[in-house]
């Protein structure tokens, strides 16, 4: 039985670590700014605590098998431990996962603590059972005023977030069912929610964030490559939350300006 | 008064329903508490079974069930976890053995409120009713998962199920907080209160250290528990806002304004945290317990594991808020939590250390209940350092609320801490029912689990990481991740074959009740007071005397002995340490 311990725990250790290794499921190609430090970040994490997975699991399996009861078995030696070991592993854990902690803590702070840079794309994202909306505040850069009263989902885009028409900074909001964005330029996000909580969730961008009713959470990001990326929601929404999908075309700045344009037009 | 009784006495009852219905006697308050947890497990993955299926073959029409449609998947969803986690992971590990063993293993001879008892149990009983009666109810069960987060789970207008399912979900979860807090304060009291002579706290076994401490984490955390539920009760039918913001639900604009969705968050995870450890410590005081006994060696480390469990247990109520790390909740306090959670990671490291301590230079039997002890190390090793990864706020952003996320609380909470309820089983079932369980069928079972788990819940990472989020009924709408329906199918099948090889433990458990084998009083030549006495122990757990206890629970292959075990009770010298 010591030995089938053994083969059993090495193989599901061999098993677990080759799949990550090899890298067969693994987080899609990053594409905006913060994508490469979290990728590291998540590397540095993945090396440390595999070696950490490997040795503790081998030396298990190992250990089960080499002091196996038998005839002939050396005698168990009597302990209660040892204090000084207990001291080192204690000291040695304690450094590894707080200075791992620290490490990729200025990513976090860069995203979160700082407001967006002057010049930046802002966007408004909207959750609600089970779709999503992105209000752009046109010329004047004012989000126009919305009215809880005026939401009327079945008739998307303007409506569904309740655009109030009677107020000045609304007539130049455009509002869309499909996300876009210029490339490499940053994106002031406002994120909010209608109904019940939503998370705006982009892989490929390693974006994530809770959209909550009641609340107006502002982030900012960078993409930085051309290409159309799947939104997903996060947060369990109700029935449709698996379907709660949506879609960000990244684009050159001049085709997002005549994206704009033209659904300006669309709306006069 | 002429003559002081002590207060728990109570004379062995004769009726049935008095001696197996509405019992005092701990001990059949614990089996009681155990089967009820049977009957729920076999719910619980009975749900999860369709839940798989529903991922991989979302049209199709199952035999009896129908079609699975996406509320279902969600109703799934909420009554697989809530079961799981109360009726389950909190009721056999804590009140099963617990109450069974505890007041043995202390030399007491019954717990120290016997009547307290008995009504928790019933309490507990009446919430499991209420639980599953959600299920029958028009609109059928809650889809808000077991976490319920408001606003989902506060409008009844917000989905299938929200209506009449959610309000006796959220009771039933009251009524289960009401029933732990009654086992709690009897658990903690028992445990200063009715040690027998010569038991220190440091000689207490592993397993007593882990009850004790998971009934002061009960009592702190299930009382916020039960007032945020009495709140959602509130918002749900008196039109109060503590949870509910002005929404707008469907184009109708509902009567709430000013409440928080995040208040129920920080007041379900206060609790929320805590109840991890109150599932997975029980586990880890059997896993020492048992390594030691079938190593043959004393614990590794015992002050150390004592002071690992108390940090663990005061660090729990530190680090709620890495659940909420996405949340919008303040970014700054994401540190604060972040480097509590890391800290936590290292009285559990010293676990793991000292219980691989413990298997060096020893001479190990491989019983069935070791396998799981050994089976538990490795678990926990594998859904432990998948923790590091959610701790740090910045690698959460892709992996929360992914597939990461039930990958690594299946693995540390889920499987190991039923790993520990197994060796348990296999552990005491000879004293509990006098019989010893088959070995062979008990190995089976263990190889095809411990492998089954692992081909279940180590993809989930995998998945994770590409980026499939959790709780989504179906894989077809969203095309990044179509690719992941192959790994998915394979988890299903494995989840099959896992869920299926739990009935040899059935079939074992049942059959060895009434055709094992004899048990002796000792059948594992081990050391704590359970052992000292009969099998299966007389009503009063000593028949009329109270141990005397002489050392610490682990003096195994002390050197010079007769034996290669020093029970507690044994007047022999043990060497200092």
Same mark, same amino acid.
């Given at each position: 039985?010591?030995l ?49 997975f ?6 298990l399996?190992?250990?089960v ?63 609600m ?31 569904a ?6 107020d000045?900074?609304s ?82 700045q ?6 704009l ?8 | ?39 729920a ?27 699975i ?40 001879p ?25 299920f ?20 009844t ?33 028992t ?82 945290h805590?109840? &991890? ?6 586990? =880890? /005081? #059997? !896993? %020492? ?5 079938? $190593? ?15 940090a663990?247990?005061f ?83 892709p ?5 990461? &996320? ?6 540390? =909470? /889920? #499987? !190991? %801490? ?5 060796? $348990? ?28 788990t ?88 000593? /028949? ?34």
């Amino acid at each position: 039985m010591g030995l089938a311990l053994l083969l059993i725990i090495w193989l599901i250790t061999f098993f677990s670590t080759y799949f990550f290794a090899a890298k067969t499921w693994w987080l899609p190609h990053g594409v905006s700014t913060a994508a490469p430090w979290i990728d590291h970040q998540f590397a540095l994490t993945y090396v440390l605590m595999g070696v950490v997975f490997v040795a503790a699991q081998g030396a298990l399996g190992w250990l089960v098998w080499k002091y196996r009861d038998r005839p002939g078995a050396a005698p168990v030696r009597y302990s209660h431990g040892n204090t000084t070991l207990e001291m080192l592993w204690t000291t040695l854990t304690a450094v590894l996962f707080i200075g791992l902690n620290l490490m990729g803590s200025h990513v976090w702070a860069s995203e979160r603590f700082e407001p967006a840079h002057a010049g930046s794309v802002p966007v408004e994202v909207t959750g609600m059972q089970f779709a999503w909306y992105f209000r752009y505040p046109g010329a004047d850069g004012k989000y126009g005023r919305t009215d809880p009263k005026l939401m009327d989902p079945s008739a998307g885009n303007e409506a569904a977030v309740g655009l109030d028409p009677s107020d000045a900074a609304s007539k130049d909001d455009v509002v869309t069912g499909t996300m876009y964005l210029p490339v490499n330029r940053e994106v002031d996000l406002t994120l909010r929610a209608v109904d019940v909580i939503h998370s705006f969730f982009v892989p490929s961008f390693r974006f994530k964030q809770d959209a909550v009713p009641g609340l107006a959470i502002h982030m900012h990001f960078t993409p930085t490559e051309i290409g159309e990326y799947e939104i997903a929601c996060a947060e369990l929404c109700g029935l449709g939350h698996y379907k709660m999908h949506g879609m960000v075309h990244v684009v050159s700045q001049e085709d997002f300006d005549k994206w704009l344009a033209a659904r300006e037009a669309e709306k006069q | 008064m002429a003559t002081t009784a002590p207060v728990h006495a109570h004379a062995a009852p004769q009726g049935f329903i008095r001696r197996y219905v509405f019992s005092l006697d701990h001990k059949v308050i614990g089996l009681q508490y155990y089967f009820l947890a049977l009957i729920a497990v076999f719910v619980g993955m009975f749900l999860s079974l369709l839940m798989r299926a529903h991922l991989i073959w979302p049209m199709a029409i199952l035999p009896l069930i129908g079609e699975i449609k996406p509320e279902t998947y969600l109703q799934l969803v909420t009554m697989h976890g809530t079961i799981m986690v109360f009726f389950v992971l909190t009721t056999a590990p804590q009140s099963g053995f617990g109450n069974y063993f505890l007041p043995i293993q202390i030399g007491a001879p019954d717990m120290a409120f016997p009547v307290l008892n008995m009504l928790s149990f019933w309490t507990t009983f009446v919430a499991f009713v209420v639980m599953l009666a959600a299920f029958f109810v028009t609109g059928g069960a809650p889809l808000h998962g077991w976490t319920g987060y408001a606003p989902l789970s506060a409008l009844t207008n917000s989905g299938p199920g929200e209506q009449l399912g959610a309000d006796l979900w959220v009771t039933s979860i009251a009524i289960f907080c009401v029933a732990s807090l009654m086992g709690a304060l009897n658990f903690i009291t028992t445990t200063l209160d009715m040690r027998a002579k010569g038991m220190t706290m440091f000689r207490m076994p592993l397993t007593v250290w882990a009850w004790f401490i998971t009934a002061i984490l009960g009592l702190l955390a299930f009382g916020v528990l039960l007032s945020a539920g009495i709140l959602l009760l509130l918002d749900r039918n008196l039109g109060t806002s503590f949870y509910v913001p002005l929404v707008v639900v469907n184009g109708q604009v509902m009567g709430h304004k000013g409440g928080s969705p995040l208040l129920w968050q920080h007041l379900f995870w206060f609790f929320g945290h805590p109840e &991890v450890y109150i599932a997975i410590l029980p586990s =880890m /005081g #059997v !896993a %020492s317990q048992l390594l030691s006994t079938f $190593a043959r060696k004393p614990i590794f480390g015992y002050r150390a594991m004592v002071y690992a469990i108390m940090a663990i247990g005061f660090l729990g109520f530190m680090v709620w808020g890495h659940h909420m790390f996405m949340s919008g909740m303040s970014p700054y306090s994401a540190f604060a939590f972040s480097i509590m959670t890391m800290a936590i990671g290292v009285p559990s490291a010293i676990k793991t250390f000292n219980w691989l301590g413990t298997l060096l230079h020893a001479r190990i039997r491989f019983h069935t209940p070791m396998l799981f002890a050994i089976g538990f190390v490795s678990l926990f090793v594998s859904g432990g350092l998948s923790g590091p990864f959610l701790a740090q706020p910045v690698l959460d952003i892709p992996l929360h609320d992914t597939a990461y &996320v039930p990958g690594h609380f299946h693995l540390i =909470m /889920g #499987v !190991a %801490s039923i790993f520990g309820i197994f060796g $348990a089983t296999y552990y005491w079932f000879p004293k509990m029912f006098g019989r010893m369980m088959n070995e062979p069928l008990g190995k089976i079972h263990f190889v095809i689990t411990l492998i089954g788990t692992y081909c279940i819940f180590m993809p989930m990472h995998y998945l994770g990481m590409a980026g499939q989020p959790r709780r989504y009924s179906q894989l077809t709408e969203v095309a990044y991740l179509h690719h992941l329906i192959p790994l998915n199918t394979f988890m299903t099948y494995a989840a099959f074959i896992t869920v299926a090889a739990q009935l040899i433990f059935v079939i074992n458990l049942f059959w060895s009740m009434f055709k094992g084998p004899k048990a002796s009083d000792n059948p594992w030549e081990a050391t704590t007071l359970e052992w000292t006495t009969a099998t299966p122990p007389p009503h009063d757990n000593f /028949g009329g005397h109270t141990p005397i206890v002489n050392h610490g629970p682990y003096e195994y292959s002390v050197p010079g002995a007769a034996r290669d075990y020093i029970m507690q009770t044994d007047p022999a010298a043990v060497p200092s340490h």
